[in-house]
């Protein structure tokens, strides 16, 4: 008796997997080419969402990281209580980080937005600096500035605390509603790809239903059975992941070099590990999606 | 060798395919299940390979339970049985070597070995000459033949036949008779449904037969006994 493994595979059975596999590319070339082209068109769909996706949340986390908290400094507290007050703030949990700019930082760079040398408006001014000591305060999670500017409000020996209020509370609702809609757009096409795909192999394992029934009969293990379409599976799919990654990887690049020359001012994400990683990810998927998707259609027809 | 004890099966649909179904048949037998169209006839062979499972009561065939028995060991028990229907079952797309070796191919047996023992059960049914060509280039004897083959090329204990002359004309229906003949006369049991009512006749062989999903008769040398 020759000893098998789980999946009943021999020497021979691999011989006759690849064969059978290679007859039934064979025997249904259009089959086969649909099959490559649904992969191909739902892996575009999702290729393309997920780079919207990418350039969706980077856009929301660039307009996040320019909002900022400006807390400005009583200005009869001394230097050493400044300080103090800076590492109290630092110790909040929502805080990221703190930076001081204090009064004679924030005089210069007025003075030289002003166009003087750095004595000239000291001394205009009668020697003193009226200008308050600012702690500039940012958030871990920019949704939280509300919140925490409120929490800066109570604290003894802060005069004013501003956070852009006006355009932060527009901002903050757009850029969660922007990742949301990328997060759905990549969801609903990823839901649209597996039934697209899981028909086109029900339609394979239902055209090659007889041979299924006559394998069983003749005492086929279900591994036996389900081996060829799995490794068929696997061919079409990454035939249709790479076509679909050329196609995405293209498009994208090209897209991304029209909308900067267009629209500057859309900053696209270019970094070059994300493509790939998209790229490569499209091709596993399209992997995955035939080899799984064969062997779940396959399940129905096993059953005999 | 194959024993039903107070088998009854009822379809999903509530039809009442068979009603306490008592039976023995011993190693090396010759049986014809006959019966009208509908009464059960298909139902019971193909509890015999484990095609359908009873609703009630056991199936006992060498030994090994077929009601209890698990999925996974399904195929090892249809590797013992040989199987003959009506319409053949031969896949179109492949040759006629390819079709009578499908039930070792599956078992992972070695191409060579796979060669060799088709061809010798390619001869058996006189078929030699014809190992390349296709199942629809043959004529429905020269199918059958191919599908006899199949079932026999694993030496199975048990040869299951449902209605295997259904689609031939007589004369080439005796040839195939021929064939289980012999084979049961090499020593493996037959179980053949049917119809054909002169076969029956002149093979004196044992005879069970089935109404409205229970044993009517079962006589040794047995007639076929229905007018049609």
């Not at chain 1, 802060?158 to 949301?180: A, H, I, N």
């Not at chain 1, 036996?224 to 379409?229: E, H, L, S």
């Not at chain 1, 690049?253 to 970094?271: E, G, K, N």
């Not at chain 2, 002169?198 to 007639?223: F, L, S, Y």
């Amino acid at each position: 008796m020759r000893r098998k493994g789980l999946t009943g595979m021999s020497f021979s059975s691999a011989q006759y997997i690849l064969r059978e596999t290679l007859n039934s590319l064979k025997r249904n070339p259009w089959l086969s080419v649909a099959s490559i082209v649904t992969v191909m068109v739902s892996l575009v769909i999702l290729g393309f969402s997920a780079f919207f996706l990418a350039n969706a949340s980077n856009m929301a986390n660039m307009f996040e990281s320019q909002v900022e908290i400006a807390a400005f400094v009583q200005t009869n507290l001394s230097q050493s209580e400044v300080l103090a007050l800076e590492d109290r703030i630092k110790s909040m949990p929502q805080v990221a980080s703190v930076e001081l700019v204090t009064k004679d930082q924030a005089l210069l760079e007025f003075g030289q937005s002003l166009g003087g040398k750095k004595g000239d408006l000291l001394s205009d001014l009668g020697g003193t600096n009226p200008l308050p000591d600012k702690l500039t305060v940012k958030a871990n999670d920019p949704q939280e500035v509300v919140g925490l500017a409120a929490e800066l409000t109570k604290l003894p020996g802060l005069e004013t605390v501003s956070y852009g209020q006006g355009v932060v509370d527009k901002l903050l609702p757009f850029t969660r509603w922007l990742r949301w809609l990328g997060a759905v757009v990549v969801g609903a096409f990823t839901v649209a790809s597996l039934v697209l795909i899981s028909i086109n192999i029900k339609m394979n394992v239902f055209s090659r239903r007889r041979e299924i029934q006559i394998m069983k009969l003749v005492g086929a293990s279900n591994w036996f059975i389900r081996w060829p379409f799995l490794v068929e599976g696997l061919i079409l799919g990454w035939v249709g992941g790479i076509l679909a990654a050329l196609i995405v990887g293209l498009g994208y690049r090209w897209l991304a070099d029209y909308v900067q020359m267009t629209l500057a001012f859309l900053p696209m994400v270019q970094s070059s590990a994300l493509f790939w990683q998209v790229l490569v990810g499209l091709i596993l998927a399209g992997m995955a999606i035939g080899a799984v998707g064969s062997a779940f259609s396959l399940r129905k027809f096993l059953r005999v | 060798m194959i024993q039903l004890n107070n088998v009854t099966k009822i379809y999903p649909n509530g039809a009442k395919a068979l009603v306490d179904i008592n039976l023995r048949i011993s190693k090396g037998e010759f049986v014809f299940l006959v019966g009208p169209s509908g009464a059960g006839k298909s139902t019971l062979v193909r509890l015999l390979f484990r095609e359908e499972v009873p609703t009630r009561g056991q199936v006992t065939l060498n030994g090994r339970n077929l009601v209890r028995m698990r999925e996974r060991e399904v195929p090892l028990l249809r590797r013992t049985i040989g199987v003959i229907f009506q319409d053949f079952k031969l896949l179109p797309n492949k040759t006629v070597m390819e079709n009578a070796g499908f039930a070792l191919e599956v078992l992972g047996v070695p191409a060579k070995e796979v060669q060799a023992r088709t061809r010798s059960a390619l001869d058996m049914v006189g078929l030699s000459h014809k190992t390349r060509a296709f199942p629809g280039e043959l004529s429905g004897g020269e199918q059958q033949r191919v599908c006899v083959a199949r079932a026999i090329i694993n030496n199975p204990a048990l040869l299951v036949a449902d209605e295997p002359t259904g689609n031939l004309d007589p004369e080439t229906a005796w040839e195939i008779m021929d064939l289980l003949y012999n084979i049961n006369k090499r020593g493996t049991t037959v179980v053949m449904a049917t119809h054909a009512k002169d076969i029956v006749n002149q093979m004196k062989k044992r005879v069970i037969a089935i109404e409205k999903g229970r044993i009517a008769r079962d006589e040794e040398k047995g007639a076929y006994g229905y007018e049609l």
